[in-house]
């Protein structure tokens, strides 16, 4: 009798574990990904993981006082009133001040070739000959960057480090080629985050950008989120070219709205060349005392 009760309660046991194991609710599968769609993913991973190593931090100069409306340092003496609209003031002084806040003077860069030129945007350097460069990841402390030269019609600028060996750089791709619809990959440092992605398409290649009685010349417009700090890092291709140089959001509301512009490559890479023939050659070596 005892024998028979022991195997009576393993057997409910048994049949206790197995009716638990029916009502368990499965664990979610993981969802189907259709090959070409990881291959579109791989792409992207592929394009960001590239460029990486050659875009840099660029700090120039001390923060100063803006309003909200205000997404780039001194946006409204580049793009007019199109690009910045200041929000209200305020009925009083205590109003108004109380509406501004601190406009990072960080942007981005990025290196074009091993021997240490950078591209960023003008008005990220404006007003200064030596800058901050911060390379993601790379041991040691900043460099010292020098401002080579500066095109404001274009907001294309032009600095130097030197670090007494090669450097990571850039493939630069072909503007031209370019068409609406195709993607675009902002990559810089917004808000000080180094080495952050957005991701969006060509909206339009404008031949002109109209700016009440002036007009900016040549601009890529895209989706693709450009934040404070972008300024001056690279739009990327698919493939993992630099398309474009970074340079604004229309932003009235001072909200991010789906509207951000670039300079096209081969503008910036025209701007460079000329930049390069000003540059003041290096002073010669002393001769060795005979």
Do not use: C
Not at 51 to 75: C, F, W
Not at 127 to 144: A, I, N, Q, S, Y
Not at 173 to 188: E, L, P, Q
Not at 254 to 282: D, M, Q, T, V, Y
């Amino acid at each position: 009798m005892r024998i028979l009760t022991v195997f009576s309660a393993a057997a409910l046991l048994l049949l206790r574990a197995a009716a638990s194991a029916a009502d368990a609710t499965p664990p979610p599968a993981a969802l189907y990904v259709a090959p070409e769609v990881m291959s579109q993913q791989k792409a992207f991973n592929r394009a960001i993981d590239a460029v990486r190593p050659a875009v840099v931090t660029v700090r120039a100069g001390k923060a100063r006082a803006g309003s909200p409306g205000e997404l780039l340092q001194d946006v409204e003496d580049i793009f007019g009133q199109f690009f910045y609209q200041p929000a209200p003031a305020g009925n009083n002084k205590a109003e108004a001040k109380a509406t501004e806040r601190k406009v990072p003077t960080t942007g981005s860069g990025v290196v074009i070739t091993a021997d240490g030129y950078i591209l960023t945007n003008e008005h990220v350097v404006r007003g200064e000959d030596k800058v901050t460069v911060t390379f993601f990841g790379r041991e040691g402390k900043p460099l010292e960057g020098t401002v080579i030269g500066r095109d404001g019609s274009s907001d294309i600028a032009l600095v130097k480090v030197s670090t007494g060996g090669t450097l990571p750089y850039a493939l630069l791709g072909d503007s031209s080629r370019i068409s609406a619809g195709d993607w675009a990959i902002a990559v810089g440092s917004p808000f000080g985050l180094e080495q952050s992605a957005t991701v969006g398409i060509i909206s339009a290649v404008r031949q002109k950008l109209p700016m009440g009685k002036d007009a900016f010349i040549y601009v890529i417009q895209t989706d693709a989120r450009i934040n404070p700090g972008n300024s001056g890092g690279p739009l990327l291709n698919i493939r993992g070219e630099v398309i474009g140089i970074n340079m604004a959001s229309y932003s009235p509301s001072g909200e991010f709205s789906g509207i951000g512009f670039a300079i096209p490559i081969n503008r910036a890479k025209e701007i460079a060349a000329e930049l390069r023939k000003k540059e003041s050659p290096p002073a010669p070596a002393p001769k060795p005392a005979s």
